[in-house]
Every structure is written in structure tokens, then in C-alpha cells.
T-cell receptor, first 112, second 112 residues
Framework: SQTIHQWPATLVQPVGSPLSLECTVEGTSNPNLYWYRQAAGRGLQLLFYSVGIGQISSEVPQNLSASRPQDRQFILSSKKLLLSDSGFYLC???????????FGDGTRLSIL | KQEVTQIPAALSVPEGENLVLNCSFT??????LQWFRQDPGKGLTSLLLIQSSQREQTSGRLNASLDKSSGRSTLYIAASQPGDSATYLC???????????FGQGTTLQVKP
């Protein structure tokens, strides 16, 4: 069966520090991969999605970036975090457009 | 531009009641619609996926319906239990990119 792993579960970082969040999916190949942010009291905002290795689409201009170095690995990064980057970051995958999207457990990011 | 609305934002019911959660969308040209459950501080759990050609899907005590022409979906929960307490989100896949557009969610509390 397919599983998704996302880490770390919580992270506290100072303003201006770098960020790297990792997500991996097991039990499938060439999944569509997604990064979302859920700010407190707000809905889910799609940040990036990828339909294949090295193929990244950005939805919102920001100081975050994403990479997909391997088929089932999706990384969210920043060179310098801002206070506004605080939030709950969720990775998700699906096998195809007619399949359900599945989410990881999320990373709670707090910027001090 | 697709917009998804969920009403009510919050709902409190006594245990055992049957209840209906509503989801509406502005553009009827959808590919599919998915219902999720989110427990506090957790990721999203996929409940039901309805393709655009389908009218409803059922899983246990859950039944989701889709009326594309009116831009509506409902999630019916039968014989509600305290364990059903969570936030329920609907998401619509529309357009050419396969992105999900999420509603703000309905927070359900089932009282024992």
C-alpha cells in the first residue's frame, strides 16, 4: 500500500534562517506531488505541484522554492525565512487526476 | 475562477443525529470533487472522491452526492458519533491543471 512520510512534525526557526522540509511517498511511481500551506483560520493554499522529476509549478510568488530530485521525493525550501512563512505545511500526492489526493501529517512551522 | 464555499462554518449536534454538510462551487465544469476530514493539528484524510460523471459515492456511514448543474455537493453522515468530530473540507478539481480548490471547511462537533 502507498504511504506518505513528511518530516519534521514541528519546527521552530528564527527569521532569516534557511528551511528544508522533506516529503517522500512509498508504494507508487511517478505520482503527482503537492505542497500546501494552511495558515491559522484560513484554507489550504497550494504552493507548488509537480507531475514529474524536475518539473515544478509554482502557484504563489514567495520566498519559498520546491524541488523534486527523485521520483517520490518532494522538498520545500527557503534561503531566508520570513515571519509570514509561519504555518502548517502539508505534502500530498495522487497517482492521477481521477484518483484521490492523499496528505501527509504536516509540519507545524513557527518563525521567531 | 473557481470558488468553493462550505456552509455552515461550524455545526454542533447531539450524538446519533443524521447530518448534512454542504459544499458549493461556482464553475460547474469540474473534473471531480473530494471530501476530506481533518482532525486538529493533523493532515487531511480522504473520505470520498466523486467523479464528474457520478451522482454519489458511499463509504460506511458517509454518503456524498454531486449535482454539477447546480454547483453543489453534500456530505451526509448517518448516526453521528463523537468520533466524527473534526473539520470537513471539500475540494474541487477543475480547469486544465488538476489543482484542487478547497473550501474553508465545516467544523463539526458531535456531543455525547
Amino acid at each position: 500500500s502507498q504511504t506518505i512520510h513528511q518530516w519534521p512534525a514541528t519546527l521552530v526557526q528564527p527569521v532569516g534562517s534557511p528551511l528544508s522540509l522533506e516529503c517522500t511517498v512509498e508504494g507508487t511511481s511517478n505520482p503527482n506531488l503537492y505542497w500546501y500551506r494552511q495558515a491559522a483560520g484560513r484554507g489550504l493554499q497550494l504552493l507548488f505541484y509537480s507531475v514529474g522529476i524536475g518539473q515544478i509549478s509554482s502557484e504563489v510568488p514567495q520566498n519559498l522554492s520546491a524541488s523534486r530530485p527523485q521520483d517520490r521525493q518532494f522538498i520545500l525550501s527557503s534561503k531566508k525565512l520570513l515571519l509570514s512563512d509561519s504555518g502548517f505545511y502539508l505534502c500530498a500526492w495522487r497517482d492521477g487526476r481521477d484518483q484521490p489526493q492523499h496528505f501527509g501529517d504536516g509540519t507545524r512551522l513557527s518563525i521567531l | 475562477k473557481q470558488e468553493v464555499t462550505q456552509i455552515p462554518a461550524a455545526l454542533s449536534v447531539p450524538e446519533g443525529e443524521n447530518l448534512v454538510l454542504n459544499c458549493s462551487f461556482t464553475d460547474s465544469a469540474i473534473y471531480n470533487l473530494q471530501w476530506f476530514r481533518q482532525d486538529p493539528g493533523k493532515g487531511l484524510t480522504s473520505l470520498l472522491l466523486i467523479q464528474s460523471s457520478q451522482r454519489e459515492q458511499t463509504s460506511g456511514r458517509l454518503n456524498a452526492s454531486l449535482d454539477k448543474s447546480s454547483g453543489r455537493s453534500t456530505l451526509y453522515i448517518a448516526a453521528s458519533q463523537p468520533g466524527d468530530s473534526a473539520t470537513y473540507l471539500c475540494a474541487v478539481d477543475s480547469g486544465n491543471t488538476g489543482k484542487l480548490i478547497f473550501g474553508q471547511g465545516t467544523t463539526l462537533q458531535v456531543k455525547p
